[in-house]
């Protein structure tokens, strides 16, 4: 059995937790003058056109103040939609410009995933409070590059796992905490979808992804296993199955993985882009909790033992989660969502890579409670 | 990859479907004068107590005929009860006397799993038909002893497999075979229940039972997943877990495993002595079927993508099965669960354990259409 362990990981964690403790130019701006801070979208894909856009025109304590694009018929029509300011409209070239500009308190940063890194530092370097898409990076190293521009530039930093801030989730983490049906003995986590389109997108590229399913959905699976369970797990071996091998060219197209968890709870998790799936599962000695969907932008549904549907009004998730984090920044609320859990993340999923490698075998970790959010 | 070739288990198929073809003695008669067959129950554990005797008062092709049991207390209390003829009750020592017994067609062995080839084969060589408890027996060996005897003998074998007969898993049946949401992509079976009672029990006894969970639930988590997919799979890898061993001295606690089948869907299995699961899921191209409680003694309960929630009367699933086996007996319709799918199965359990003792290996199984029934 390989170990992977914490120390080789930890180094910029007591770092990171003294920054959050900070208090900030911004926090300070904000709590004088009540103003929302203004959030600049790096990256003008779907996801930013059709939610992030969207949900900012909600939000209380954020709003949409910038965008950085390197199209300019983009620039033009988002800054007719949105009102936008010219002096806040950036391309990649002059992005770092963007430290000289007041009317910029947030970076959300939805490039593919092997930019994240650096438009995130950068970010940092430029004085901004980070928000990095989901998955954090293309490997645990950039995480940890990630973490201390963060921590260095006194900035808070946050990863786009909408589901911590979405209320269904919320529950189940809640059940789990308090241990509702008693001990958590099993959790199940399946995200998929079956990906046919342009084979020329950068999800299927892995020099721009960082990999298939896992990256994309499996991440999503990752968390839940670990939410649905309340902890991190100590052992991952994980398989690859194939069907489509001159689509998925250089990417995975499915993997399941399983968990072992500190309690003795195990978890099954399986991903992939064969597949429309979405749905988790936590098994308790004395009852359980069924999200399907279980994370996609929702609604989503959900159910308990004892013949109980969850039911709750529906926000778009994206409001939810960027709200929380500008809540964070200006009165010092928990961060839901700290980069230690995307990089814990991204730890697990070197790991499952690991175990495919070497023909599924049991990976240890080291993970202790890095990520885990509580309070 | 390790293989397990069709052509080592194969050698008595083609003699076992030769004999099903045969018509029987037991056959002719009933047909003439339309009685019900005679059934003898071996073994008056829980599961006969509590759930084939009751069936038997409600079959229509089959009836309590008589008993076999080494508690001579039990066989006063079951004779009195059902009021079965004194000539029909045996132990084990007499048992092989039932040969001479014109009462009974049919033996049902519900003895510990390691018993089971033993009684069925002495079964088949009496001129019984034979229904063997799941799983069929502790080794692949074994499995193919039970067949070659009944073949000898000319009798029918089928495998205590009751879902077979009950109506919310012949839909899912039906679904996959219609292909009505397409092509399956994904199945998932999980099946467990929380063991914390009797230290002795023979579940608990390797020599017994031939293993653990995977033996007991984790036979229906197989089934699940091939009747969910409508195939045999093609490799298996699997991982065992432990958190009470103390109490599971020699047997498995829980095991996961993934399957692979021809037509590229993955399966992932959980069961375990350790949690209360009880679920199945098909995802296919356009659509998903779930049944949740998926095995359990029912009603069971499902729903399927496009909002339709499953229903159908409930009735005893051991009346079902007990009747449609007496029915392929008298009247030569489809046998649902013959020997060679018993079989089957444990060669996948078999290859199961072979993976967790090399690490989670995948093990190539070629195990071509063994097991499959249509029609």
Redesign the interface.
């Known amino acids: 059995m390989k170990k992977i362990t914490r120390r080789s990981f930890n180094t910029t964690l007591s770092v990171g937790i003294g920054a959050m403790l900070n208090s900030t130019k911004a926090c300070a701006e904000t709590l004088q003058d009540g103003k929302k801070l203004g959030m600049a979208l790096v990256g003008l894909g779907s996801y930013s056109e059709y939610q992030l856009a969207p949900s900012l025109q909600d939000t209380q304590h954020t709003y949409l103040a910038g965008i950085v694009t390197g199209t300019p018929e983009k620039a033009a029509k988002w800054t007719e939609k949105y009102g936008l300011d010219k002096k806040n409209i950036y391309n990649y070239e002059n992005f770092d410009d963007i430290a000289d500009n007041d009317d910029i308190d947030i970076v959300y940063v939805v490039l593919p995933n092997s930019m994240h890194a650096d438009f995130c530092i950068r970010a940092a370097k430029a004085g901004k409070h980070v928000i990095c898409e989901k998955p954090m990076a293309v490997s645990v190293v950039e995480c940890d590059a990630i973490i201390k521009a963060c921590n260095q530039a006194g900035v808070k930093l946050s990863v786009g796992y909408r589901l911590h801030s979405e209320p269904y989730t919320q529950e189940l983490m809640k059940i789990v905490k308090e241990k509702k049906f008693g001990e958590v003995?099993?959790v199940?986590a399946?995200a998929?979808y079956?990906s046919r389109g342009n084979p020329n997108q950068w999800r299927l590229d892995r020099k721009l992804s960082g990999g298939g399913a896992l990256m994309n959905m499996g991440v999503y699976s990752i968390q839940s296993a670990i939410y649905g369970s309340g902890q991190n797990p100590t052992s991952v071996?994980a398989?690859e199955?194939s069907?489509r091998p001159e689509y998925f060219k250089d990417t995975d197209e499915?993997i399941?993985a399983?968990f072992?968890f500190p309690n003795?709870a195990?978890g099954?998790i399986?991903t992939?882009h064969?597949?429309?799936?979405n749905?988790h599962?936590s098994?308790f000695?004395k009852g359980?909790v069924e999200l399907e969907p279980a994370n996609n932008y929702g609604p989503l549904s959900g159910r308990t033992s004892g013949g109980v549907t969850l039911s709750y009004p529906h926000e778009r998730q994206q409001k939810l989660q960027m709200d929380d984090f500008a809540h964070h920044i200006m009165y010092g609320s928990v961060n839901k969502v700290p980069g230690e859990m995307g990089k814990r993340d991204m730890i697990i999923v070197e790991a499952i890579y690991e175990s495919i490698r070497e023909?599924?075998?049991?990976i240890s970790l080291d993970l202790g409670n890095m990520g885990i959010v509580t309070g």
């Open positions: 003995n099993f199940s399946d998929a079956i071996s398989q199955f069907t499915t399941s399983q072992e003795g195990v099954n399986y992939s064969n597949a429309n799936i749905r599962y098994s000695e359980w023909g599924g075998e049991k």
